[in-house]
């Protein structure tokens, strides 16, 4: 590929094929079979230094298939199924003339249709993605070829080559990062496309490497350096020590010796005889952690300008060391930001990325309904081969004892297929002719006709839903996969984080507590939520202050939201604990990773934080002058005021080392030399973590005790509080510890452990200084949505980080704990004072701790039967201790039993992977389980349930990533469930119910004729109208019930949220529920086979003229009969008639009628036995019309009884709602809407009030003259529950019924 030369040089010539080329591919392909080492070693290089280390090329391909492998893979997919193995078995069988009853081609062209429009499908899709890959693979970027930076294109690029990317552009692959025009060598990416979050991230330069970035010849000497080209130009790279400019056939002679060397030789790697000259990697394998990295370059000192020891300078040709930690390092996916441009070399390519290492397929989830599907495909496969059964034993013995009395059959002439003196070869041949003929038993356009639905209803009704697009941020819903459709009308426990989740996730400064005293005078969402649940609602906050002026509404600022006269405009400088104070504003300003944008001004600047409490910090730090106003690579400034308030001045904090925040430590620690010279730790954490580090002061630390008073306040109003402390260093005890600390920091095994372990050692004897409140207010609509779930009978679990008196007060304010709740709480806190008092071992406290949870637990469960014997609800709160102990095998299942008996848990401080095992725990149980998360420590839970949602927040993308659906706000999850999830539950339990109805009833009647016929195989119907039943005749009602079909409008879903236990009982798709159909099936078949051969075409003259019909003028009537009643049947059962179920209903019936027509006047050899039949004979006849009308009348009358019993004498919930939807409506229609209760509606009135009155029949509600057996006072109580406020009405639907169109409503 010919490459443009973008900077000074000559062109480089185009690479042409060549020998050595070929043999460089041998070389690749047998190193690639070389055993790896511990760490990864990659060699900076122009050449071929690499060669013998097997790493990707930057090439990649995410597609499923290529050329060769599309028809393979593909129809291997596509005959996993069961449904298509069979149809193949019976398409293969078919080509066997004296087996096969019909023509292969009626077989194989409906085969052919299905998987391929299957496979047409996966086509596209993949397409698409080579489509992308292909974009990806061409983009531009540039490399340094020895001499110069070319332009390349990014799938040339490979581990070791320097790459220069320009402001942004996308990284091509993963880089250290060398240098960059700024200061520091530092450069700012955007992570959007690797995790959603818009903020940009600060990444810093190798130290020592600066002048890679340089201009003109400095610039060019070091990266020459680092790539070890020789000085005139010639590179070192392709083998150690040897020049460029060698000739062709020596270098083909080198490649062939080192393909002959790493043939023979594949049990070690192959290391270069000598370390080439340029600078080397030696790093962690490829792994997936987007957020860990571990490694070491090795710098030639030509390209090295940082600071050297005195071993460095004792042998200048030694190469330096220099640890590599992840914010040196720039991932594939990121884009370079606010920076001309960088220079990086390139450590993973292709595959090998870290983005890529993440990109493995999500857990396989399949429904409930799906699954069930799956056995009843198989429990019909076993009646087929049960009824071949039966027909291979009738045809036999027939054959044997009475064939001879047949004497005009000539058996005794006959081949195998009826050969008298081989019964059991009879048998056999008749058993896989009645494999053949039987296969209409098994729906083979079900899976097209099932993936259609549900790609429906993800893309066009819950994708298109105006309800759940969110306009403030711009966020539509995603359906990111239309499997789990129905799964959404199943739900029976949602598990929820709180942060993001059911809060805004937006932070603002509110509270604090310095020096033992409490500051900011506010009161929380939280507060006045829980105050007016427990009827003290509190007064509205003022207006004015106390000058009289007026107090602006909402935060000061985005992210500070703290009022207090008596530190606010500098007056904690008055205070007698100023120094306290100082000290605590100045872990704000500095204890953190914040990148300040724009003009370093406290007006203009904006802070790009990595989460939104930290950004709340800095800018509270800001409002109380301290302002943060840049930072370099080891060092931030702060404007600060002077101590006797004055002035301000800008100081300068030198970072020495900062230790990182993680779920783990729960503290982030930053060790900086003050402007005063001393050497201070500044670190903030968790109160539980903070406290058990504080240093030691007989009689505990001053203000300890009021702090802890005060974040405990906090905690009660909602608050999450944060500790601050510090800690001073003398300059030999911050020397000796951070020769460990780098000594761990260069270690490539146990990277993280050792410096966990170092700032163990650092972060103790802290000195406390305050504590901090940030306020995250409820989303809108979440209390609401809490509630309707629970009355729809969802149990909803909130796992979060909080303190239980947080996490309690927040359940308070969201419904989740009510006051008419008993709630138990389980804990082991006078335990865990005992531990961090260190009154006893952690053996004993685990003993012991473990002893509490149980008896805590089965005293909850004691409870909760009472509370059920009561009738009242309960609810659990558990602590992230308790919860760690609960969750042991031998607890797990008390824990699972208490946990399921209530309405509500709340388990709190709990950790990422506590989310993933309670989500896995209820889901073992059998309940189906839907998590919802925002953050990317919601990411296991959300795969672990069955349904995952991710929240499009504040936190990035990774948990949207991860899930089945995804939306912007909690509260949508009511529509997404009680509305979309219930329709789609029934449409589709409804569709596979009626696609196995209507198989087995075709099934049936060619089974009725085939033992008629004594077993011989003789088929009734034309080959090629059966072939289309289930294409052209039958399937179009079926997927308009999958699409469009509500029992009640979508107000009324929202209204009565009790209509949703129907899925969770999985009503709609029961073993009684399937047998049902199964016996209306039979029925039919039965009823039309009889009616039609023993009532309609006895024996009499059909025709005017005297003639009886033939077997085709027969089949013809019996399938017209069995088309119009499996058609009517749909229009019998469904709920909700628009235009599309019309067309789709009376429309099958017309085609039908339009196909016997077309065979009828067709050529003999194309229409087989329907030639002449239609058209002359049959329609003609005044029977066949007179009769088909009486035939659909029998076959529907038993479903039509039970349907208009079970309506009137036990109906179900469903069925009520649709009397009020119908007196609503009319009364609406007379004007005396306000009448609804009082018109003889009395349970209609006591559905919309949740009573449990005893109302008179539906017929008599609506004003019919109809009476019944008036139903149970319990049955509606239980059955149908309202929801009183305007609110949720209001919310429910966008037109006035909810019928979400043109619709007419059947009752």
């Known amino acids: 590929r010919a490459r443009v030369r973008v900077a000074s040089g000559p062109m480089a010539s185009p690479e042409k094929p060549s020998i050595g080329r070929t043999l460089s591919s041998m070389a690749t392909f047998a190193s690639s079979r070389v055993h790896e080492g511990e760490n990864r070693v990659v060699h900076v290089t122009t050449g071929d230094a690499n060669i013998g280390y097997h790493h990707k090329g930057n090439a990649i391909s995410t597609g499923k298939y290529n050329p060769a492998t599309f028809f393979p893979k593909g129809l291997y997919e596509q005959f996993r199924r069961v449904a298509n193995l069979y149809f193949l078995s019976v398409a293969i069988i078919s080509l066997f003339d004296a087996i096969s009853p019909i023509k292969p081609y009626t077989i194989w062209s409906p085969l052919c249709l299905v998987v391929g429009l299957s496979m047409a499908k996966e086509a596209v899709e993949d397409y698409q993605r080579h489509k992308q890959d292909h974009e990806q693979n061409t983009s531009l970027t540039e490399r340094f070829d020895g001499v110069s930076m070319t332009q390349c294109e990014w799938r040339d690029i490979k581990a070791g080559d320097i790459v220069r990317v320009v402001r942004d552009q996308s990284f091509p692959c993963d880089l250290v990062l060398l240098a960059s025009p700024l200061d520091d060598a530092v450069c700012y990416v955007e992570t959007k496309n690797l995790d959603g979050e818009t903020n940009l991230k600060l990444k810093r330069g190798v130290e020592g490497c600066g002048a890679c970035g340089a201009r003109g010849e400095k610039g060019l000497k070091a990266l020459k350096a680092l790539a070890g080209v020789i ?3 010639r590179t070192n790279g392709d083998v150690p020590n040897a020049p460029t400019a060698a000739t062709s056939s020596t270098r083909s002679s080198s490649l062939l010796a080192r393909t002959s060397s790493l043939m023979h030789s594949t049990s070690r790697r192959q290391e270069p005889a000598v370390d080439p000259p340029g600078a080397r990697v030696e790093c962690e394998h490829p792994n997936n952690s987007l957020y ?4 070491n370059l090795d710098v030639p000192r030509a390209a090295y300008d940082g600071p050297l020891t005195e071993d460095d300078l004792a042998d200048p040709t030694r190469k330096k060391k220099v640890s590599l930690v992840p914010y040196n390092v720039l991932l594939r996916g990121s884009s370079l930001r606010n920076t001309e441009y960088v220079f990086g070399v390139a450590i993973y390519a292709g595959h090998d990325t870290k983005v890529m290492m993440n990109s493995s397929a999500a857990p396989s989830k399949r429904s409930q309904i799906e699954l069930g599907m799956d056995r009843v495909v198989l429990l019909m496969l076993l009646l087929l081969l049960g009824m071949g059964t039966v027909t291979a034993i009738v045809c036999g013995v027939w054959i044997k004892d009475k064939s001879k009395r047949a004497w005009y059959l000539r058996t005794s002439e006959a081949d195998m297929v009826f050969n008298p003196s081989d019964a059991p070869l009879v048998g056999v041949v008749a058993f896989l002719t009645s494999y053949v ?21 993800a893309a066009v009704f819950i994708n298109r839903d105006r309800r759940l697009y969110h306009a403030e941020t711009d966020t539509p819903m995603r359906a990111r996969t239309s499997n789990l459709n129905e799964e959404l009308g199943m739900v029976h426990v949602v598990l929820s984080d709180k942060t993001g989740t059911l809060t805004c996730n937006s932070m603002e400064f509110f509270k604090m507590s310095i020096a033992g005293g409490s500051y900011g005078a506010g009161v929380t969402e939280i507060e006045r939520a829980v105050a007016k649940r427990n009827g003290n609602p509190l007064p509205p906050p003022p207006t004015l202050d106390a000058r009289g002026n007026k ?10 939201n703290f009022r207090d006269d008596r530190v606010e405009d500098g007056a904690w400088m008055r205070l007698p604990d100023k120094e306290t104070f100082r000290d605590f504003f100045r872990v704000l300003a500095v204890c953190h990773t914040v990148i300040p944008e724009g003009e370093p001004t406290p007006d203009t600047v904006c802070y790009q934080a990595e989460s939104p409490d930290e950004s709340a910090f800095v800018v509270a730090a800001k409002r109380f002058g301290f302002f943060f106003r840049a930072r370099h690579t080891s060092a931030i400034e702060v404007d600060e005021p002077s101590h006797d308030g004055t002035s301000t001045s800008t100081k300068r904090f030198e970072i020495l080392n900062i230790l990182e925040f993680n779920s783990t430590r729960k503290r982030m620690s930053v060790i900086a030399r003050t402007p005063e010279g001393s050497i201070v730790l500044y670190c903030k954490g968790a109160d539980s973590v903070i406290y058990e580090r504080l240093g030691f002061v007989a009689g505990g630390q001053a203000h300890a005790a009021a702090t802890q008073a005060h974040m405990d306040d906090y905690a009660a109003s909602g608050l999450r509080t944060l500790c601050l402390a510090k800690r001073e260093l003398s300059n030999a005890e911050y020397a000796s510890w951070n020769e460990t600390y780098t000594a761990a920091a260069q270690s490539l095994e146990k990277r993280d452990e050792k410096i966990d372990a170092c700032a163990e050692v650092i972060e103790t004897e802290l000195e406390l200084l305050g504590a901090t409140a940030i306020e995250d207010k409820l989303q809108d609509g979440v209390p609401g949505c809490i509630e309707q779930l629970m009355r729809a009978g969802v149990a909803v679990w909130v796992l979060t980080g909080d303190k239980q008196d947080t996490a309690i007060n927040i359940g308070q304010a969201c419904s989740l704990l009510r006051e008419d709740m008993d709630v138990h709480v389980i804990n082991i806190n006078d335990l865990i004072k005992l531990e961090s008092d260190r009154a006893i071992s952690k053996e004993d406290f685990d003993k012991r701790g473990r002893a509490s949870v149980a008896a805590q637990i089965k005293k909850g469960i004691a409870a909760c039967d009472e509370c059920s014997a009561r009738e009242r609800d309960m609810g659990v709160v558990i602590d992230g201790r308790s919860l760690a102990f609960a969750l ?13 008996g209530c309405v509500s848990v709340v388990c709190c401080r709990v950790s990422p992977l506590q989310k993933a095992l309670v989500t896995g725990l209820v889901k073992d149980s059998g309940k189906i389980t839907l998590a919802i998360g925002d953050g990317a420590n919601d990411v296991g839970m959300i795969q672990a349930a069955h349904i995952g949602v991710g929240i499009s927040g504040q936190e990035g993308m990774q948990a949207v990533m991860a899930s089945d659906f995804a939306f912007a706000q909690f509260r949508f999850l009511e529509r997404l469930l009680l509305v979309h999830g219930r329709y789609n539950y029934k449409r589709v339990s409804r569709m596979v119910t009626y696609f196995f109805y209507k198989n087995i009833a075709f099934g049936l009647t060619l089974f009725a004729y085939n033992l008629e016929t004594s077993a011989s195989g003789q088929v009734v119907y034309n080959d090629w109208l059966m072939s289309a039943f289930n294409i052209f005749f039958v399937s179009l009602p079926v997927l308009a019930l999958g699409c469009f079909d509500q029992d009640v409008n979508q107000k009324s879903c929202v209204q009565f949220p009790h209509l949703y236990k129907q ?11 399937q047998l049902f159909w199964a016996l209306n099936a039979t029925y039919v078949s039965v009823v039309t086979y009889f009616f039609v051969f023993y009532g309609v075409h006895a024996g009499e003259a059909d025709t005017k003229d005297g003639h009886a019909f033939g077997l085709w003028e027969v089949g013809t009537t019996m399938y017209t009969g069995i088309v119009l009643t499996i058609n009517l049947q749909m229009a019998q059962m469904i709920n909700y008639w628009t235009w599309v179920q019309h067309c789709a209903i009376w429309g099958s019936i017309l085609i039908w009628y339009a196909c016997n027509a077309i065979l009828s006047d067709t050529d003999r050899y194309w229409s087989t036995y329907s030639f002449q039949i239609f058209t002359p004979t049959v329609a003609p006849t005044p029977k066949y019309w007179t009769a088909t009308p009486l035939i ?3 076959a529907l009358l038993p479903d039509l009884i039970v349907r208009a019993s079970r309506r009137l004498f036990r109906p179900e919930a469903h069925h009520l709602v649709q009397e009020y939807e119908r007196l609503d409506k009319r009364l609406r229609a007379s004007g005396a809407r306000e009448d609804v209760m009082g018109a003889g509606a009395e349970a209609l009135a006591a559905a919309e009030a949740g009573a449990a009155a005893g109302p008179r029949t539906p017929a008599s509600a609506s004003g019919g003259a109809t009476s019944g057996t008036p139903i ?10 309202a929801t009183p406020p305007a609110s949720r009405q209001k919310s429910a639907a966008g037109d006035e019924d909810g019928d979400g169109g043109g619709g007419r409503r059947a009752g």
Do not use: R
Not at 292 to 295: H, L, M, N, V
Not at 888 to 900: K, N, Q
């Open 551 to 560: 107090i602006k509404s909402g935060p000061i600022e985005p992210g500070f």
């Open 888 to 900: 042991e095998p031998t607890l797990a299942p008390d824990f699972l039993s208490l946990g399921t």
């Open 1063 to 1073: 899925g969770q009982e999985n009503q709609c798709f029961t073993t009684k529920t």
């Open 437 to 457: 003929l039987y296969g209409y038993l098994i729906p083979i356009s079900l899976y097209v006709s099932l993936e259609f639905v549900k790609v429906m209803q």
């Open 1192 to 1194: 659909v009348f029998v």
């Open 1272 to 1281: 149970k006072p319990s049955q509606v109580g239980a059955e149908v529950h």
């Open 231 to 233: 000085d005139d130009g």
């Open 292 to 295: 860990t990295f571990t490694g």
